[in-house]
């Protein structure tokens, strides 16, 4: 069964700073990982979507990266801004019947 | 991307009574829905997922009695807590997709049971 796992938990920085979110999952035969954002009390807005194929995947100041191999994705948030501050989810998709397993998130607050 | 919505988005209710949360596709047809549950701080945890026209498949732990799943269109699926308790106070998020396609999700349903 696929378990995944975001670390850390919370995350405080100041404006400006780029950060890397880690994200790990433990069976490899994905489908695809995708990046999600969740404002509190909000539903899940995606981010970047990942194949199993690729290796990385950029949408502006964000980029992800995919180490099947090795169970591990990174997002990485350029120049951070207070706008940026909302908990990120990642999410394994597997092979069979398309469904995804969440990490915990990580909390991500930035302060201006 | 895709727009699905969920109706209401936020309800209270008294213990006993049975709460009706409807999730919709709104510009494309969504053969499969998902029902997820979130604890505050908490991550999704999947509860049922749904094809138009079959039975819901639950998850492990998931009460279906407690739970009723219906998806009888493209475009519309609806989760019923019955007889909610306060325990059952959440917030519950619905996702849909057509064919293998990307899931879109919805912007949840705050219950809460007094």
């Known amino acids: 069964k696929q378990e995944v796992t975001q670390i850390p938990a919370a995350l405080s920085v100041p404006e400006g700073e780029n950060l890397v979110l880690n994200c790990s999952f433990t069976d490899s035969a994905i489908y695809n990982l995708q990046w999600f954002r969740q404002d509190p009390g909000k539903g899940l807005t995606s981010l970047l979507l990942?194949?199993?194929?690729?290796r990385e995947q950029t949408s502006g100041r964000l980029n992800a990266s995919l180490d099947k191999s090795s169970g591990r994705s990174t997002l990485y948030i350029a120049a951070s801004q207070p706008g940026d501050s909302a908990t990120y989810l990642c999410?394994?998709?597997?092979?069979?019947?398309?469904?995804?397993?969440f990490g915990g998130g990580t909390r991500l607050m930035v302060k201006p | 991307g895709a727009v699905v919505s969920q109706h209401p988005s936020r309800v209270i209710c008294k213990s006993g009574t049975s709460v009706k949360i409807e999730c919709r596709s709104l510009?494309?047809?969504?053969?499969?829905m998902f029902w997820y549950r979130q604890f505050p701080k908490k991550s999704l945890m999947l509860m049922a997922t749904?094809?138009?026209?079959?039975?819901?498949?639950?998850e492990q732990g998931v009460e279906k009695d407690k739970f009723l799943i219906n998806h009888a269109s493209l475009t519309l699926s609806t989760l019923t807590v019955t007889s909610a308790h306060p325990e059952d106070s959440s917030f519950y998020i619905c996702?849909?997709?057509?064919?293998?396609?990307?899931?879109?999700f919805g912007p949840g349903t705050r219950l809460t049971v007094l």
């Open positions: 749904s094809n138009e026209g079959s039975k819901a498949t639950y």
């Open positions: 990942i194949q199993s194929s690729q």
């Open positions: 996702s849909a997709r057509e064919g293998h396609n990307e899931q879109f």
């Open positions: 510009d494309f047809q969504a053969t499969t």
């Open positions: 999410a394994a998709n597997n092979n069979a019947g398309n469904m995804l397993t």
